[in-house]
């Protein structure tokens, strides 16, 4: 039986810091879908195609050179309960990063709602690398608007895709 992980997020933009639980979290099952939640809540900055394929091409770029065996990485969109798509894919974990002491609490009550839901589906957390604890979406969103170089916290293509956006 395939270990299915699910790691979801509104990745907008995707980081460094996500390639890197991607990446991490990838060595730990046979399959890693990447969620890209359509959270329109949130007035995302892309569009989920663009989100979809931004994060595609950078996982197919920078996790090529991985020195660890890596299962199957696809990217996928939803727009429901996050069990439920779970579910729908069979994933038996939910992989969650955690930056932050303040990520934690958060996080903590997220996964206490899912396992109530799905008791059978486990939340694995993976702590930031050093060099990535501090990168949010957010602030490289509000960065990039600012004119502010975010060539060290974002992949080469999202980099480009936010100078687009400026234009």
Do not use: W
């Amino acid at each position: 039986m395939k270990r299915i992980a699910l790691y979801p997020g509104t990745f907008d933009p995707v980081t460094n810091g996500h390639l890197d639980i991607i990446y991490r979290a990838s060595s730990l099952c046979d399959v890693l879908i990447i969620g890209v939640a359509e959270n329109i809540g949130k007035n995302p900055f892309f569009k989920i195609s663009k989100r979809k394929s931004l994060i595609q091409d950078a996982v197919n770029h920078n996790l090529k050179s991985s020195k660890r065996t890596l299962g199957e990485i696809r990217v996928e969109s939803f727009n429901n309960l996050l069990i439920d798509f779970a579910r729908a894919n069979s994933a038996t974990m939910i992989i969650r990063g955690l930056r932050a002491v303040s990520d934690f609490d958060y996080e903590f009550q997220m996964a206490g709602m899912n396992a109530r839901l799905a008791n059978d589906i486990e939340t694995i957390f993976l702590t930031a690398s050093e060099t990535h604890q501090f990168v949010a979406s957010r602030f490289v969103k509000e960065i990039a608007l600012l004119g502010g170089d975010i060539s060290s916290f974002v992949p080469d293509n999202v980099n480009v895709a936010m100078r687009d956006i400026k234009k």
